[in-house]
């Protein structure tokens, strides 16, 4: 089988996590929570939707980060092949690099700082790090690994390690999906790098950086032209605004003008939009593309509700905040 997936190869995987859909929240859910008078009962909700939610937790990003994993292992579980999907998650393989490499080097716990699910094993990872021996890691985390390392033992300088991770995170993750050669998990992973893209540019643009950082925190993506964002960016907000407003993240770029907040908003829902026709594909890898960014936006959503009920906000400021589900 090629790695562009055969659609009645993924006939079983298809079948196996639109049933697993069915027990995934619904709009109602989320009212129900936004509803709850406290955190323990907008807890209990999730408990009657089945999630496992230990006795006396509080710490939200435990129980959502076990659910998050628990979806990934059970795609990875019914998909012939499971590395199409990783364009999803090789950010956090590269955030994963990052902090363990800071965290060796301030004698701290790697393994607090690490997110999941990835595609590089945590021990292996720790084990390259702390002996220096980033070979045992494969490309382009090597060599980006010891490049790192070199930077923060002799400058101490964070932000250009994390400008240089960032950037080839973006670049990797956009290459695996073009290897993988799935067309929607091609437009979804454009879609991620230019909004991100953009988003760099626009805090580069607001706090004055020279055209030569932004340079380096800028890679290439189909969508934008990125002589012209770096240029547009370091002449000022204006004049990338305008720039943004000639692409088709010219919605956006508005929104992106009044609100930084609002400008996520936007680009989480139109990462749903963009799977509302993926319910009428019976077949191929599009309902597995579905299920794992409907999970994340399930997710999403809950870690809004219960973070807003432990900081006492009242349930139109919640709604305010909410984004789309994949239902």
């Not at 991770?165 to 956009?174: G, K, V």
């Amino acid at each position: 089988m090629t790695r562009k997936a055969d659609e009645t190869h993924y006939a079983y995987a298809a079948t196996a996590v639109r049933v697993r859909q069915m027990k995934s929240l619904e709009p109602s859910d989320l009212d129900r929570m936004v509803a709850a008078p406290s955190f323990g009962s907008a807890l209990a909700v999730l408990e009657a939707k089945g999630w496992p939610v230990p006795d006396g937790i509080t710490d939200t990003n435990a129980i959502l980060a076990r659910e998050l994993l628990e979806a990934w292992n059970y795609l990875v579980e019914v998909a012939p092949d499971p590395s199409l999907f990783h364009p999803f998650i090789l950010k956090n393989d590269f955030h994963n690099l990052k902090a363990g490499i800071k965290s060796v080097l301030s004698d701290y716990d790697a393994d607090t700082y690490f997110v999941y699910p990835c595609t590089l094993s945590a021990d292996t990872l720790k084990k390259a790090i702390s002996e220096k021996h980033f070979d045992l890691l494969p490309e382009p985390f090597s060599s980006l690994g010891a490049e790192l390392y070199d930077i923060l033992v002799h400058t101490g300088d964070g932000q250009l390690s994390d400008i240089l991770a960032d950037r080839l995170a973006l670049d990797e993750t956009l290459s695996c999906a073009k290897r993988g050669g799935d067309p929607l998990i091609i437009k979804l992973t454009e879609f991620f790098c230019a909004v991100t893209y953009i988003k760099t540019a626009f805090r580069a643009a607001r706090i004055g950086k020279s055209s030569e950082f932004i340079d380096r925190a800028i890679g290439t993506c189909d969508t934008l032209n990125r002589a012209e964002l770096i240029e547009r960016a370091a002449e000022g907000v204006r004049p990338l605004l305008d720039y943004l407003e000639t692409t088709e993240y010219r919605e956006g770029a508005l929104i992106l003008s009044s609100s930084a907040s609002e400008f996520e908003r936007w680009y989480d829902d139109k990462t749903m939009i963009m799977l509302e026709n993926v319910r009428y594909i019976a077949l191929g890898t599009a309902p597995l593309v579905a299920f794992w960014l409907g999970k994340e936006a399930e997710i999403r959503n809950v870690r809004i509700i219960l973070a807003a009920k432990q900081a006492g906000l009242t349930p139109p400021e919640i709604r305010a905040r909410l984004r789309r589900l994949y239902v």
